[in-house]
């Protein structure tokens, strides 16, 4: 383990066991999935990603995955009773009992409308927080392009910023990297638009209620992820 490594989980482990409902919110390629998989290892609570779910959902041939494939493919936010439904379903899994890390939802209001009357109906749980990960345009449109993914360890690289050893080819199993069909410049182009005019306003949503914090995501991804642990802490005492 590095010694930043070890600092993040020292932080971790000063805090309540469970973090509660984390919500991770920004724009597409802020890290929202690589802090998640960091903030993972420090509270021990499940990472829940729509994104995740729903190509998980393409790659069967569920119905729904059906539905999503060609929304998803031009960009556009997949419609929210179904994503709804699909959340509500991985909420009742054990594994979420006590908290959890939801990775690019809610993404509209009516969503995070529907997250906040299920949260409220349910007792036990701590009140939820929305992080939301902030980084300029320019590096954005970078991280998405450079994208590329492991499809056996999930491990993400980048080309610009960590490239693999080996050039299209997993440090960890050696696996051939892809790349996301929607991580190309015009698709991001149709994200970017779906976030400023529908996920903008659920960042408000969750500013005005006092439960936010807001971290530069443009640092080393440890130091962005100890942020976030010392954000949560101080809206949790
Ligand atoms: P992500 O992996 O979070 O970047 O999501 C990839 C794509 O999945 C998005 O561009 C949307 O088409 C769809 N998606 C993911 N999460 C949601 C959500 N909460 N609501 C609607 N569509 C979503």
Redesign the pocket.
Known sequence: MSSSDSNLRGQGAGQTTSPGPILLLGA??VG??TQAKELIKVWGVPQI???????GNVAQGTELGKT?KA??S???????TL?NEM?AVRLTQPDAANGYIL??????LV?ANWLDGRLAAQSGLLPVVAVSIKVDYNQLLRRITGRRNCPVCQTIYNLYGKPPAKEGYCDVDGAALVQ?A?DTEK?FEE?MR?YEALTAPVVEHYRAAGRFAEVDGDRPILEIAAGIVAAVAGLRK
Do not use: H, N, Y
């Not at 990603?49 to 190509?55: A, I, V, Y």
């Not at 031009?74 to 929210?80: F, H, Q, S, T």
């Open positions: 597409p390629g929202k999935g990603s729509t994104g995740d779910l729903l190509r999503a929304i998803m031009r960009g556009e936010l997949v419609p929210d994503v959340v990775d690019g939802f809610p993404r509209t969503q996301r929607d698709v994200r779906a």
